[in-house]
């Protein structure tokens, strides 16, 4: 009985209002979850944006024209722009190519004659379209507009976009105005908003336009969820880790116009359902605190602040909870503008992040940068060492300068203690507390000798060093030096020797350096790594950490490994600090100069690895790694400097993060502007 009604008694009805009438199908797209700090201040967020869109519609060239007038003139008294790319500007009238052949190219293109002037081109594209204005600025107008239409293209089923962005007055006023308007459709669509600008580049990382790329690499991963050409995806760090939280679902909304173009209503058929949002561990302003640290004490060791120079080139600075492995702050520099590849970075612009002078500020030193740890590795050759009962904490050993690994006289690679490359004699006597204070090579070649090369990289791998940490971002592996990597020849006392003091093949992420620096505060016991707290539905509900842990693994292809506590020794474990403590309190230690009149007690320790073999070479990288309280230690912090010189440098960066932590209101904090008398050359 209804389809009688429906197709008999009110057929002619119904069908006349089809013929009237054209439906739409668009999509209602979701806001993407927002990224916060472990407090819930906001870093990232989506906002909701008016764009404009136009649909094709059976209309005259004059209703038309019109159209485009009012749209026009209503978005330019609202100070908002429009899609334009006609290339004749007018008053005076010029053509705006880059080449003559590009215009000879375009005349032809739009069969003009090749010697018609710009007014004459102005004017013929005027006639063109029918507009039957007088006004060339109201005429340019209408060419932006129509000359978009016919290059780009549109039809009734897919729009043109007019304006990426329009203000609230506008859309108000389009609104009122829409039975004057033809195909013209106000989109409400939402808009990544980075509200810290760089803060944590590297960590939140950036969104960029679906591509095929995407496409191969979601198939490959069997996500089923279904992008349009003109979405957004991330690309970089949290952006791209947790795309599949962050994006939410989209809803479906039905449109209907009038044949000439005119909308009639909209009709939602599906919600669309907001984002997870993801919680990281990191604090805002302590991240803030430890980027500005990093980078003044880079120009600082450029500008020769610490009365010498060193090209210093980019750094990393990681800051941990030493019991909960939660990150705290996490810096790399030089940095980067998120914002700025939302909508597609400029050329000018990448051409900028990719100059050899930018030091490539895209590139996480802190997760993605290997470089050779130097003497802040010295702490588990002493672990090794003394846990493997080859050493005591008590047993001193006699530091006479060059260290004998052949008898051979023809032999070049007996290595020396910096300090006896710098005074022309060793260390002496010492024990671990004093080995560690005074950084003395010749005290960790003997300790490795003893130990071995195959124990020292057991315990090496016991504090993580040569595997990725586990945290939430794409990281690099590094290298743990083995007798193994080494396939032309036979691995020698030379090499384990140098891999005692952190060099040889070691190179290890700062991120790894920092887990492994706060297990040592800790009293040696294992931590995971984390720098996303938790991940918020748009319900409210909480996602289950082991749903998280899962879906990360697949995501970054990694295994989570479960490490047994190897329970070290209290007695081993305070030798150590001992000796870190005696790094930045003591005179003598190798960042007594640096750090002697901060407050809170800390351990510490410095390291300086040579990248060449050269000595006067530049190239070191300057570590500093430290932790505080020492009694009940909180965090452990570990910095890295490319070529910067000193270890001891490096320091001031740890010093700065610790009194904003602490919230220490010191007035005045005294730096030194010579440099240490005492400086190791792996140390």
């Known amino acids: 009985m209804q389809l009688f009604n429906l197709q008999i008694v009110n057929g002619s009805e119904y069908r006349n209002d089809s013929n009237k009438k054209l439906t739409r199908d668009a999509k209602i797209e979701a806001a993407r979850g927002s990224i916060m700090d472990r407090s819930g201040n906001v870093l990232v967020s989506t906002e909701m944006h008016f764009s404009l869109e136009m649909y094709k519609s059976k209309t005259e060239d004059e209703q038309l024209n019109n159209s485009i007038l009012l749209m026009t003139n209503i978005l330019e008294a609202n100070g908002n722009e429009y899609i334009d790319n006609f290339p004749i500007s007018i008053e005076p009238f010029e053509f705006h190519f880059e080449t003559e052949d590009e215009l000879i190219d375009w005349k032809t293109k739009y069969k003009i004659p090749e010697a018609a002037s710009a007014e004459e081109a ?111 995806v991330g690309r970089y760090g949290i952006e791209k880790i947790f795309e599949n939280y962050l994006r939410g679902e989209d809803g479906k909304k039905q449109i209907d116009m009038s044949v000439d173009g005119i909308v009639m209503g909209e009709y939602t058929s599906q919600e669309a359902i907001g ?32 009365s010498e120079q060193h090209p210093a080139e980019g750094g990393a600075a990681v800051v941990v909870n030493v019991n909960s492995g939660e990150i705290l702050a996490m810096a790399s520099y030089p940095n980067f503008q998120p914002e700025l590849f939302y909508n597609g970075i400029s050329q000018a612009q990448m051409n900028e992040y990719l100059a050899e002078d930018a030091y490539n500020p895209l590139y996480s030193r802190a997760t993605q940068g290997a470089y050779p740890p130097g003497s802040i590795f010295k702490m588990v050759t002493a672990v090794a060492g003394i846990e493997e009962g080859k050493i005591s904490t008590t047993e001193k050993v006699n530091d006479n300068g060059r260290f004998i690994v052949s008898d051979d006289p023809n032999y070049q690679r007996n290595p020396a203690c910096w300090y006896f490359n710098s005074y022309g004699r060793g260390h002496g006597w010492l024990d671990v507390k004093g080995a560690i204070k005074a950084s003395c090579n010749y005290y960790f070649y003997e300790v490795g000798k003893r130990v071995g090369i195959d124990t020292l990289d057991y315990w090496a791998g016991y504090f993580g060093l040569g595997n990725k940490t586990g945290i939430e971002l794409s990281e690099s592996t590094g290298i743990l030096a083995k007798r193994e990597l080494i396939t032309d020849r036979n691995w020698s006392l030379a090499d384990t020797a140098s891999a005692s003091i952190g060099q040889s093949l070691n190179t290890f992420t700062p991120v790894q350096m920092a887990k492994y620096i706060a297990m040592i505060s800790n009293g040696g016991h294992p931590i995971d790594l984390s720098i996303v707290k938790n991940v ?46 005696s790094v930045a309190e003591d005179a003598g230690g190798t960042a007594y100069t640096i750090l002697k009149d901060f407050e809170i007690e800390m351990g510490g320790k410095t390291g300086s690895a040579e990248l060449t073999d050269d000595k006067e070479s530049k190239e070191v990288i300057a570590w500093f790694a430290g932790y505080a309280p020492y009694d009940n230690p909180e965090i452990a912090i570990v910095v890295m400097v490319e070529k910067g010189g000193h270890g001891s440098y490096a320091a001031e960066v740890v010093r700065d993060i610790m009194t904003e932590y602490f919230g220490m209101n010191m007035d005045e904090i005294r730096e030194p502007m010579s440099a240490v008398s005492e400086m190791e050359s792996f140390r």
């Open 122 to 232: 102005f004017y013929l594209f005027r006639d063109k379209y029918k507009i039957n204005i007088d006004n060339p600025k109201e005429i340019r107008q209408i060419l932006a507009i129509r000359y978009a239409i016919s290059t780009i293209g549109y039809s009734t089923t897919r729009s043109i976009e007019i304006s990426k962005e329009i203000s609230r007055e506008s859309a108000v006023q389009l609104q009122e105005n829409s039975q004057n308007l033809t195909g013209v459709n106000i989109v409400i669509e939402p808009i990544r908003v980075y509200h810290t600008g760089n803060l944590a580049a590297h960590i939140i990382g950036y969104m960029g336009r679906y591509s095929d790329d995407d496409k191969k690499e979601f198939e490959k991963e069997g996500d089923t969820h279904k992008y349009d050409v003109d979405d957004k």
């Open 275 to 306: 984002g997870s949002d993801v919680v990281l561990t990191i604090d805002a302003n302590l991240q803030g605190i430890t980027e500005r640290a990093l980078e003044n004490n880079i120009m600082k060791i450029r500008e020769g602040g610490f």
């Open 536 to 581: 918020v539905n748009s319900n409210g509900t909480q996602v289950s950490q082991d749903e998280v842990d899962k879906y990360v693994s697949k995501k970054l292809n990694r295994e989570i490994a479960v490490t047994e506590d190897k329970n070290i020794s209290e007695e081993t474990m305070n030798a150590i600090h001992e000796g870190m403590k």
